[in-house]
């Protein structure tokens, strides 16, 4: 194992990761139960999809970050984790508040998707 592994600030880092995940999945469930009580049905069906998003995202944050070993693998991690909050957060502020989602949505996907390419090449090398 190298230092970078064991060193306390990276397991903690690591476990903070995890449980961000965990309050993420949580908060994906109240806005999927929120969403169903909507009284709009566009912006239920948008809820939805973020609920969805949110839950799977926080699930994988959840059971990856303690696996997350190396720092690309956390980088790619921390950048899923941004890009689900600008992702749901978007969709929030537009459905919720009335607000212009701009850049949010879109920027918070790639995000995510980049975190996962990371991810995926880290988990390659060997």
Do not use: E
């Not at 690591?14 to 909507?38: D, P, Q, S, T």
């Not at 950048?79 to 929030?92: E, H, K, P, S």
Request: glycine residues 12%; charged residues 5%.
């Amino acid at each position: 194992m190298s230092a970078l592994q064991t060193t306390p600030g990276m397991v903690v880092f690591r476990r903070y990761l995890g449980a961000i995940g965990g309050l993420l999945a949580a908060l994906a469930v109240a806005l999927y139960v929120y969403a169903n009580r909507a009284g709009v049905a566009s912006a239920s069906t948008d809820l939805l999809t973020a609920a969805a998003f949110g839950f799977a995202h926080g699930v994988a944050l959840a059971a990856l970050a303690p696996l997350a070993q190396r720092p690309v693998a956390l980088f790619g991690l921390c950048l899923l984790l941004l890009g689900v909050i600008l992702f749901c957060g978007g969709a929030l502020a537009q459905l919720v508040l009335a607000l212009a989602a701009g850049l949010a949505m879109p920027l918070g996907a790639a995000l995510a998707i980049t975190g996962w390419l990371l991810y995926a090449w880290d988990r390659l090398k060997v």
